[in-house]
Every structure is written in C-alpha cells, then in structure tokens.
C-alpha cells in the first residue's frame, strides 16, 4: 500500500510536463519526486524521463527540470488520464532564456 507519510514537503503546483513523450500537468512535486496527469499509464516500476517547464511564471524561475525517476504509483483519474506519481533517481534544471513551447522536451532531455 501506498505510505502517505512524507519525509520532504510536496508543493501543489500545476506546470507542463512531458513525461515518456506524453503532455501532461503536475499534481504536486517535491524534491524527491512528482505526481502529475497524462493520457498515458507507464506501469509501476517503469523508468521513464520527465522534463518538468518551470517557466511559467508560478516559480518565478525560467529553464526546466529534466529529471529520470521510476514509476511507484499510478491509478485512473476517472477522465481517461491516468495520475502517476515518479521518484526521482536523477535530477538537473536546465536554466534557459527561450519558453517551453520553443525549445520542445527533446532539447532538454537529462
């Protein structure tokens, strides 16, 4: 079952992810890992890469977090997206001057 304690603090927050090549939104994400929503189910235990777009003016920062984590949770949201939830194994920001929509996922990729 999944432990509901948290050891860092999560920060509910909705920026553009592209997970596994799939467009999606953050739930929330701390500094070991994100949940977030997509189309798209991974399947527990899967590595996948993330680059989450922290430029969006929430965060008063301008670049991305390209990030690897694997796959601990994920469950229908009952809308046909599936909410997943990644802890982090390997982590950067990459801080750049162009918008997310400009430079895409593959320019960032960790």
Do not use: K
């Amino acid at each position: 079952m999944f432990d509901e304690r948290r050891l860092l603090p999560r920060y509910q927050v909705a920026l553009p992810i592209v997970a596994g090549g799939e467009s999606g939104l953050t739930v929330n994400v701390s500094a070991s890992g994100v949940r977030f929503v997509c189309p798209r189910a991974f399947g527990s235990g899967a590595v996948i890469e993330l680059v989450i777009d922290m430029s969006d003016g929430q965060l008063h920062a301008r670049g991305a977090l390209a990030a690897r984590g694997r796959v601990v949770w994920e469950a229908s949201d009952g809308h046909g997206r599936t909410e997943t939830a990644v802890q982090f194994e390997e982590i950067r920001f990459v801080a750049t001057d162009r918008d997310f929509a400009e430079r895409g996922p593959s320019d960032l990729q960790p």
